[in-house]
């Protein structure tokens, strides 16, 4: 049996990115051949696969493409931000991204079944996901995408990897740019007032109303006079209204101007924003908070069981 020294390890691990003890694992079985090692690995990480797609994903990057009026959208997930500067995980986001855009494919499992080869992974994108999730050591997905080919002009904006703003619109590029920036910023829901969703309004509303309520259960409390009616239902309308003008892209202050509202900006410029789309890593994801003083907790507790 070969002697497998760190230096071995180290090696395969330059060669394949695995986890360190899967390298040296690969090499006791290969009794120290690097190449069969490699081998050996490429064999392992289906399964290994496998047991990492119940892991959370709540990390990632945006990445987006566009040539002439089409263009797409995608958020690629993985556990841990380290992996997100790792370059065979960005090559596939943006890989990905670019087959969006050529494609068109109607949902992850058909992106998945196109053609694309990489780090000897291969002959699909969904081949490739699955030998990187081995490869690296870590859950990925393709969590959500959208491609653009209305016919009106793109304009595109990430802030950093993990927010991106694609912008469909009629005009000056410069301004629709500033528009993409703008939404990075202030994280606009929808266009105009009219178009926010209606879940959002009522859930305002009800805010609003609580907030009266309690008002008046004080002023109860304290010997003063309740306002009637008529002024709560004035008060919970203004409270909405101003919720809506806060959210609507178009009444929104413009961040490079604060004496006009991205509207009159855009008036000035004579640019149409049509629609816009932003994605912000992880939205909505529920992310695990580790507690690293119970998990040592538990580790002690688990050798003291098994001494």
Do not use: W
Request: charged share 25%; net charge negative; hydrophobic share 45%.
């Amino acid at each position: 049996m070969a002697a497998i020294t760190a230096s071995m390890v180290a090696e395969l691990r330059g060669k394949t990115d695995a986890p360190m003890m899967e390298c040296k694992r690969a090499l006791t079985e290969a009794d120290g051949d690097m190449v069969k090692a490699e081998e050996l690995l490429r064999v392992k990480l289906g399964s290994k696969a496998g047991k990492a797609a119940a892991r959370i994903t709540a990390e990632g990057v945006v990445v987006s493409c566009s040539e002439g009026a089409v263009g797409a959208m995608l958020e690629v997930n993985c556990e841990t931000d380290f992996v997100t500067k790792n370059d065979s995980f960005l090559a596939l986001a943006n890989a990905a991204v670019a087959l969006i855009a050529k494609h068109n494919p109607v949902d992850a499992e058909a992106l998945g079944s196109l053609e694309y080869v990489q780090d000897g992974f291969g002959p699909s994108l969904e081949d490739v996901r699955k030998g990187l999730i081995g490869k690296i050591g870590e859950n990925m997905t393709f969590r959500r995408f959208k491609r653009f080919d209305s016919g009106a002009q793109l304009a595109s904006y990430l802030h950093g990897t993990r927010i991106g703003v694609i912008v469909e619109f009629e005009g000056d590029p410069v301004a629709a740019k500033d528009v993409a920036m703008h939404v990075a910023a202030m994280k606009p829901v929808a266009l105009t007032s009219n178009d926010v969703p209606a879940e959002l309004v009522e859930r305002e509303r009800s805010v609003a109303a609580a907030k009266a309520a309690e008002d008046a259960a004080v002023a109860t409390a304290a010997g003063k006079p309740v306002q009637s009616a008529e002024i709560v239902a004035k008060r919970i309308d203004g409270g909405v209204q101003k919720y809506l003008k806060e959210v609507s892209l178009f009444n929104q202050t413009f961040v490079k101007n604060d004496k006009q509202t991205v509207e009159q900006m855009l008036k000035l410029a004579a640019t149409n924003v049509k629609s816009f789309t932003l994605y912000v890593v992880g939205e909505g994801i529920d992310k695990k908070v580790d507690d690293f003083a119970a998990e040592v907790a538990a580790q002690v507790a688990a050798a003291k069981q098994s001494t």
